[in-house]
């Protein structure tokens, strides 16, 4: 199983980026995929879900209305669309599956928002 994440970088308040996590090794689309965001000093924030089968989606609350999760099982990739960035969003970013009782991990890309 191997998750990458991209897409990451340096935006300013009220910006926009889309986060992209590609995954092989495992059937796609019979799985569930969040984002998680990590901050040091602060716990692990589920900050969105996507079903597998028909895509339903959840949210943080702190981040409703303003993101917006996607997934193309044809090329086993699921989006992370963020916009109206604030700097409170600063942190890095994982994609996340559970197979089987295990949690499997991308590397993580960094999202930093300031002016």
């Known amino acids: 199983v191997q998750l990458v994440e991209s897409g990451g970088g340096l935006v300013q308040p009220g910006g926009s980026l889309r986060l992209s996590c590609a995954a092989s090794g495992f059937t796609f689309n019979n799985y569930a995929v969040n984002w998680y965001r990590q901050t040091p000093g602060k716990e692990r924030e589920l900050v969105a879900r996507?079903?597998?089968?028909?895509?339903?989606?959840n949210y943080a609350d702190s981040v409703k209305g303003r993101f917006t999760i996607s997934r193309d099982n044809a090329k086993n990739i699921v989006y992370l669309q963020m916009n109206s960035l604030k700097p409170e969003d600063t942190a890095v970013y994982h994609c996340n599956v559970l197979i089987t009782w295990v949690d499997y991990w991308g590397q993580g890309t960094q999202v930093t928002v300031s002016s």
């Open positions: 996507i079903t597998k089968s028909d895509g339903t989606t």
